[in-house]
């Protein structure tokens, strides 16, 4: 089964407006966290924000924001007033395991999101 | 703060040539990782470094591949007699246990082997 899960492979938006950006995961372990990559055509993987397992609330980073559902093993990406700049591949991931073990990431396929002017 | 380097950004080789990449962490990030991403897919683990000690290998890291961190500072990956399925995104990524571990990537390695 695939541990990261991103069902959309493309997606379009208007400039300013909001957008999701789903991400569903499978693991057994209690400890993991979340993360969210964008990676522009340039290729660098660029950190955007973070969940971890034992957060209460959801993560927020600027026009960035987290919906963590975790009984339905989601976390799905929300981008508000979308720029022209937000054009990227959106990756999500996750490492399992408390973080001091040092675990590696498990990437999702990724969705691209293209912005309209 | 200087970011994660990776250098060459671009390589292009003939197949069975062997290749190297170096990976300059971010300064204090004691744990260090290499991915591969191919085409139209997402990074894929290759191998982790704690200090100097390499801790993790994935099943993807063939007997071609080799991995080094000598002095727990920079990293080479290597690899012998590349194929043509080895082409690429080589990715490297480095952090500091906090409770909130992130990794942070360099601008990766674009491998071609011809």
């Known amino acids: 089964a695939q541990k990261i899960t991103q069902t959309q492979p493309g997606m379009f938006v208007q400039e300013k407006e909001a957008v999701t950006l789903d991400c569903t995961y499978d693991t057994s372990d209690p400890s993991y966290g979340l993360f969210w990559y964008k990676q522009p055509s340039s290729g660098e993987m660029i950190f955007l924000i973070y969940q971890g397992s034992y957060d209460q609330q959801n993560a927020t980073e600027g026009r960035y924001s987290l919906n963590f559902q975790k009984a339905r093993k989601s976390a799905n990406l929300v981008i508000s007033a979308s720029q022209l700049g937000d054009s990227a591949m959106y990756f999500c991931?996750?490492?399992?395991?408390?973080?001091?073990?040092?675990?590696?990431?498990?990437f999702g396929g990724g969705t691209r999101l293209m912005v309209k002017p | 703060d200087t970011g994660v380097s990776q250098d060459p950004r671009h390589k292009i080789t003939k197949r069975g040539q062997n290749v190297t990449f170096r990976c300059d962490p971010i300064s204090e990030h004691n744990r260090l990782y290499w991915y591969r991403q191919t085409l139209g897919q997402g990074p894929e683990f290759l191998t982790y470094f704690q200090n100097e000690a390499q801790l993790e290998k994935s099943r993807l890291l063939s007997d071609r591949f080799s991995a080094e961190r000598p002095k727990g500072s920079f990293s080479t990956l290597e690899i012998q007699r590349t194929e043509q399925g080895d082409s690429a995104m080589y990715l490297c990524?480095?952090?500091?246990?906090?409770?909130?571990?992130?990794?942070?990537f360099g601008p990766g390695t674009r491998l071609l082997v011809l």
């Open positions: 990524a480095s952090s500091l246990p906090t409770s909130y571990e992130t990794q942070y």
């Open positions: 991931a996750m490492r399992e395991g408390p973080w001091w073990a040092g675990n590696m990431l498990t």
